[in-house]
């Protein structure tokens, strides 16, 4: 069974610009959590989308926004793109509604210049 | 405000002897906690989790520990081998908000 995609790998953007990444869980699984990890700062969740819904987000301004699709595949935008914003960005799925292990894809890094 | 604090940033430890790595966490309504091992330029894999009903779950080499009286649990790694040298990320959840909490992570390093 395959892992969890994301693309693009690596990214390089400008101050100002918009960026979409995108990812796509494991078969079957119909939830997809997104996270910014930074150094020192570890995992901080941006959101968690379950069947195209949003079920909880993180504390991030509304730069961040995100979808899932009825294939369950999810994509991350953020907008107007600040320097602080360089990270790896990093999705996750799980296979249910209720809490389980969550698999990680290997993250998109982005750069803003 | 921190919720999953991992306090050591880094450990050393010589092959063969145990790992032990902590974490605490300040919500008493997390009931779901896991443990991820992350190496340079992939994502975190996951190790082994935990519910709040039990108190000591084990997978091979790989034990974690919950006590929620003291809000803590650890991970135990015996004996540790040099391919365990990685970033440990430790995660609570609270099954009402299907959202994950992640500590800043501790680097095990194991000397061979």
């Known amino acids: 069974k395959a892992g969890v995609t994301q693309t693009p790998r690596y990214l390089i953007k400008t101050r100002g610009q918009q960026v979409t990444l995108s990812c796509s869980p494991i078969s079957g699984h119909r939830s997809v959590s997104w996270y910014q990890q930074t150094p020192g700062q570890g995992l901080q969740f941006l959101f968690e989308y379950f069947s195209e819904t949003q079920r909880n987000k993180g504390n991030f301004p509304g730069r961040f926004s995100g979808r899932q699709f009825s294939n369950s595949r999810s994509e991350m935008n953020v907008s107007t793109l600040e320097l602080g914003d360089s990270a790896l960005y990093l999705c996750a799925s799980s296979a249910g509604a209720e809490l389980n292990e969550q698999f990680f894809g290997p993250g998109t890094r982005l750069t803003v210049l | 405000d921190q919720q999953v604090k991992q306090n050591s940033p880094s450990l050393s430890v010589q092959e063969g002897r145990i790992s032990i790595l902590n974490c605490d966490y300040t919500?008493?309504?997390?009931?779901?906690f896991l443990w991820y091992k992350k190496y340079p330029a992939e994502g975190p894999t996951f190790l082994i989790s935990?519910?709040?009903?039990?108190d000591k779950n084990e997978d091979g080499r790989f034990t974690v520990f919950l006590n929620k009286s003291a809000k803590h649990l650890s991970l135990h790694i015996v004996p540790s081998q040099p391919g365990d040298s990685a970033v440990y990320f430790c995660a609570a959840a609270d099954s009402g908000t299907y959202k994950y909490i992640f500590g800043t992570g501790t680097r095990l390093k194991v000397l061979a």
């Open positions: 935990i519910s709040s009903i039990k």
């Open positions: 919500n008493s309504m997390f009931d779901y």
